[in-house]
């Protein structure tokens, strides 16, 4: 925790404003690099300016220790402007590190931007930081938001290089689809720059400061929907070329050309792909025209991320091959067969006795005279075989033989013994790739022996799980380690695609990988049965692609029976 991440608290950078459509002031988000602050400074200076005659109060004179309700210990001022300030902190009860945004209790947007932390809040969707807290206490107003140490900004990517095609097209895909959920429920971004979006370890993209960061610089658009439509354009555009599609440079990006307007991507950069340069035009300020082809602006992020979805799909490039080692050959392989010697032809060659006929050693041999026992062996035990057929036969068609019974109600004791079915004693919900809760209300429908009940997942906005996680799922708790032979499930609402996964330990496992997979399949009735015997104490059903709901339009897995036996 005592490190250093500008990944977990939003960047203090007013460049690159002035371009997009919420041109009113320049603004910040969270806090950031002190060399940006320096070069926002002045700026800031002119925005307050402009404001009027109300001063803005100076950031509280907090110091590295001081605690917030007796829980959250500021460690680090990331910035300190226009009246607020950010700091990376510590939650002490939980034990986690967290960010926090800090401002008089009298600043003049202080009632806003607490406003705007509690509606993120309740938006409760993983695809943005989420907002832990949001507080009035002592003359001050906190904000406590998560803090994501393994994430890292799109702009430090920027500032590799150019993104890949099919990075691109995930970055414009999961952003949209993001924005899109946020502003059906009344929430805009209005400060969507390369600092206020994440790229997690496993190449999911998050959005921070939700309504927040425009709320802390008292930015307002009259088109809230056309705002970040653009924002989201102007990322992709960074993201094919590198350069921000604006005159003036911005966020370590160089603007485009003076003079020349907006350009498209492919344009810019040779080997672009057409498909998402296309689509860069379309949301940026530009009326939708292109070079190439007329179509239709995008002027809200949920037209954009239909675009998004009918275009043909940018796979990821090819693994680039490798060849293999030269093969190298030993000293036999380097006679008559080898590669000609690299020694002169005039030194003395060692003479190399030859190897001996194949089996004539005394290895060789002794090898011999096994396999021939070997072969003997066997064809007096596939005699013996057949003259046992013989005698059964006979046997059949008259007298028993002395080893057979002729009462006829014995059981045969080498029949397969029937399935039992295996009693599960409880279940839960199982998401560690999300929030860690999945409807865990309704987890004992999936066994009730009710088919009319069922327990469901999230609501997501692609059969992948919206492209958020590899699966979700329930837990089967058997009581104690016992055979599982197969496993029958149920499912309302359509085909469903699920594995099967296994555990002997005690307790469940906190990451997937801690279970055993043993079969998998979709459908609406699907029977798993694995390859070999199994035994487990925990069953988890892990489900991969979920079917459309036709409650509310998203993709939803139901159980609603499962079956187990050994």
Known sequence: ?????????????????????????????????????????????????????????????????????????LEECITRLDGFSSWR????????????????????????????????????????????????EDDLVYVVHEWLPDATELTALLAAGPMEAHDAYQLVSQISQAMAAAHREGLAHLRLTPG???????????????????????????????????????????????????ESDAYGLTGLPKDLGLIPPDQ???????????????????????ASRQEQPCTTPDELAKAVAVMPRVLPPEPAFTAPPEYQRTTYQQGTYGRPSARPTSATQPVISAPPPPLQSRTGKALKWAVSALLIAALGLGSWQ???????????????????????????????APSKPVTIV???????????????????????????SYWNTDGYFTTELGNLKDGVGIVLDLGKVQD?????????????????RTTEASSVPQAPGGF??????????????????????????WLTKLPLSSDDGRYRGKVSDVKITN
Do not use: C
């Open 484 to 500: 599982v032979g197969n496993v029958d499930v149920s499912f309302a609402g359509g085909s469903t695609s699920v594995e099967l």
């Open 196 to 246: 206020a979006v994440l790229r997690s370890s496993t190449g999911q993209y998050r959005i921070r400061g939700l309504a927040v960061n425009a709320a802390l610089r008292g930015i307002t658009s009259d088109q809230p929907l056309r705002t970040d439509t653009e924002a989201i354009g102007a990322l992709l555009y960074a993201a094919l070329t590198r350069r921000w599609p604006y």
């Open 1 to 73: 925790m005592a490190e250093r991440s500008t990944a977990a608290v939003d960047v203090a950078d007013n460049s690159g404003d002035e371009p997009l459509t919420a041109k009113a002031d320049a603004a910040t988000t969270d806090g950031t690099a002190q060399t940006q602050d320096e070069e926002g400074a002045s700026s800031q200076d002119e925005a307050t300016a402009r404001d009027g005659a109300d001063a803005v109060p100076a950031s509280p004179d907090l110091h590295s220790g001081h605690k917030l309700a007796r829980r959250y210990r």
């Open 426 to 452: 409880g279940a839960q919900d199982y998401d560690p790739l999300g929030d860690g809760s999945e409807k865990p209300a309704s987890t004992a429908n999936a066994y009730d022996g009710d088919p009319g």
């Open 89 to 136: 902190a510590v939650d002490e009860k939980l034990r986690r590190a967290v960010g926090v945004h800090l401002l008089p209790a009298q600043h003049p947007r202080a009632r806003s931007v607490l406003a705007a932390a509690r509606s993120s809040a309740l938006l409760g969707d993983p695809r943005f930081v989420q907002v832990l807290d949001a507080v009035e």
């Open 268 to 290: 810019v950069r040779a080997g672009v792909h057409r498909g998402l340069s296309e689509l860069a035009m379309r949301a940026l300020a530009n009326d939708g025209a292109t």
């Open 386 to 416: 057949l003259a046992e057929t013989v005698l059964d036969r006979s046997n059949d068609s008259g007298e028993p033989s002395p080893t057979q019974t002729t009462e006829g109600g014995s059981d045969d004791k080498n029949a397969a």
């Open 516 to 541: 055993t997979s043993v079969a998998q399949g979709s459908g609406t009735k699907v029977s798993l049965k694995p390859d070999k015997p199994v035994r487990a104490r925990y069953v988890l059903l």
